[in-house]
């Protein structure tokens, strides 16, 4: 018997020693001794403070009360550093319990202590484990909490007690719905009790909610919980978590606000508006596409463009589009000359397209809003303008020439009346018809060159100067007539014209009477430029105006019907004279215009 009990309090895994009345050893098992960093052969005979000199002390004076008392000292704790000098703390959980001999007198102590310094090291290590994870969940902006299974929060980190103004202490060992954060909103909180449940049942439950934050305000939080399980795969808790994407809503609501009035915007254009990529395919119509083609929107998009185009005007579109993506700007397509697109049932229809391109998405897409306009209307309105103008522009030469050939058949008329005359009627006559034929040269002008606006004035010139290259040899076969033009061509109009006509008529015939002798040598020359006006001079060497004879205040006709004539030109007419040197006049006429 005695020879069982030493083997079982030598096997046990607490040590156990049994000290006398004056608190020696007199037995200790080798798990106490190796605790107490000795032999068991040495400690017996000695005191704990011989063998544990920093606690020895204190552990006495524990053992005398118990043999004083009579009363056990149950599960009290002690550390020492053993050895003494190794840095290194053990701890024990320790029982003494009064020994007693046979006649029940207390005689000494029997210890009972538990070595639980390896038990100390784990929950030491447990503990800093877990301030160091609440020190990484509180430096989080994410919302974190630990709910059991029933819902009740346990724990949660700063950021949500933060944002909610309130403290750990408000909230936790409180269900989760009937916390600050929720308890704004009946709904809310049901939908949160029903995703406890499911949560609870190993699902795991994501959406988006509202919370209240601190000063009642409002925050949205991508919400989410999720069941965490043991190693046996058992649901020991709930997470919750929550991040705020308040902003983002926002943001994505001004995005679809946006969009929708984008949308009402190309939607409720007049024209058709599309977008297309670098491979000429439509990635987007409006409304307005499908009724201009007569087709869909899903039949349209994803094809190629040219499908809009006629057959034979396709081999030729993918090179423009491939050169148009390699110097992308805005334009119009052939300068806004009408083109023809195709419609779904074969018809054409004349419309004006505008490219616009645009980089669009992180990638910096390339992409083309081409804009296309109907312009039926504004075509068969062109064609019938075009037809009207062609009929009167056919009727308005016909009249120009049907009036130079009455004006020269008049001037055979009067060519024919001079022929029978007096010398001096044979003149008038004469006159009249240079007259008759200048206005003539104009309308022959108008019609040979198919412009009925305006004439040119040095063509005209030229070919007056020739007409009257004969008057002149009627007076003096020695006379030349001689013309030149400074500078750039000007253009008079019809109503211009006739006077312009009229006055250089007059200055040239009255020069190749009066300007020089029967039989003398002379030059008539007219010189013609156009700066801010056209300025016409007429210039000879013969022997000046006579005595009495002036613009406007001669006995002739022709001089006082210059002034006149001039002044239908809302023009000056000038002249210089001396005997023996000529004469000078300058014609000048601001309402031209240059070439």
């Not at 596409?289 to 899903?298: G, V």
């Not at 018809?347 to 306009?373: D, K, Q, S, Y």
Request: net charge negative; proline share 5%.
């Amino acid at each position: 018997m005695q020879r069982l009990l030493s083997d079982l309090l030598e096997f046990s895994p607490i040590g156990i020693a049994v000290l006398d009345a004056d608190l020696r050893y007199e037995y200790i098992n080798q798990v106490l001794a190796d605790s107490n960093g000795a032999t068991a052969a040495g400690h017996i005979g000695l005191r704990p403070s011989d063998v544990l000199p920093d606690i020895g002390a204190g552990l006495e004076r524990v053992m005398r009360k118990v043999m004083a008392s009579g009363q056990a000292e149950c599960d009290f704790e002690a550390s020492a550093e053993i050895p003494p000098g190794s840095g290194r703390t053990t701890w024990w959980r320790a029982s003494y319990h009064p020994r007693r001999n046979v006649q029940g007198e207390i005689c000494g102590i029997v210890a009972m202590v538990e070595d639980i310094t390896l038990r100390r090291h784990a929950e030491q290590a447990i503990r800093e484990s877990g301030e160091r994870v609440r020190r990484v969940l509180d430096t989080l902006f994410t919302f974190v909490g630990v709910l059991d299974t029933d819902g009740v929060l346990q724990e949660a980190n700063r950021a949500p007690l933060e944002q909610g103004g309130i403290d750990l202490a408000d909230v936790q060992g409180k269900p989760f719905w009937e916390c600050y954060w929720w308890s704004h909103d009946p709904l809310v909180q049901a939908d949160l009790r029903a995703a406890v449940a499911r949560a609870a049942q190993g699902e795991t439950v994501r959406y988006d909610v509202t919370v209240r934050m601190k000063q009642d305000s409002r925050m949205i939080i991508d919400f989410m919980l999720k069941p965490l399980r043991d190693e046996d795969g058992r649901i020991g808790n709930l997470i919750a978590s929550g991040i705020d994407i308040t902003e983002r809503k926002r943001n994505e609501e001004a995005l679809q606000v946006s969009e929708t009035y984008f949308r009402q915007v190309v939607e409720s254009t007049p024209d058709g508006l599309m977008i297309v990529d670098e491979d000429g395919v439509i990635r987007l119509i409006n409304s307005r596409m499908e009724q201009m083609f007569a087709s869909t929107r899903e039949a349209l998009v994803g094809q190629p463009v040219s499908m809009l185009l006629p057959e034979e005007s396709r081999p030729q579109h993918a090179g423009l589009v491939s050169g148009f993506f390699r110097e992308p700007a805005a334009r119009d397509m052939a300068n806004r000359r009408p083109l023809f697109a195709l419609r779904r049932d074969g018809t054409r229809f004349p419309c004006e397209i505008g490219l616009n391109p645009m980089r669009v998405g992180p990638e910096r897409e390339l992409l083309t809003l081409a804009c296309v306009t109907d312009v039926s209307e504004r075509y068969q309105s062109r064609q019938m303008l075009e037809k009207a103008l062609q009929e009167k522009t056919v009727l308005l030469g016909e009249v120009h020439h049907r009036v130079k050939n009455n004006l020269q058949v008049i001037s055979s008329l009067l060519n024919l009346q001079a022929r029978n005359t007096t010398p001096e009627v044979h003149q008038a006559l004469l006159d009249s018809q240079n007259h008759v034929r200048s206005m003539a040269l104009i309308h022959q002008l108008l019609y040979e060159r198919n412009d009925f606006s305006r004439i040119p004035v040095s063509v005209y010139v030229e070919r007056l100067l020739h007409l009257l290259r004969d008057v002149g040899a009627g007076y003096n076969s020695r006379l030349q007539l001689s013309f030149r033009r400074d500078g750039d061509e000007a253009y008079l109009d019809l109503q211009a014209s006739i006077p312009f006509g009229l006055i250089l008529n007059e200055l040239v015939v009255n020069a190749c009477k009066h300007a020089f002798g029967p039989g003398e040598a002379g030059e008539v020359e007219i010189v013609m430029r156009f700066d801010d006006a056209l300025v016409i001079t007429v210039r000879d060497a013969g022997r000046g105006l006579p005595p009495g004879v002036a613009l406007g205040a001669s006995s002739t006709l022709g001089f006082q019907l210059l002034p006149m004539l001039a002044e239908q030109l809302r023009g000056e007419l000038s002249v210089e004279s001396a005997p023996g040197q000529g004469c000078r006049f300058v014609l000048r006429v601001p309402e031209c215009s240059r070439e």
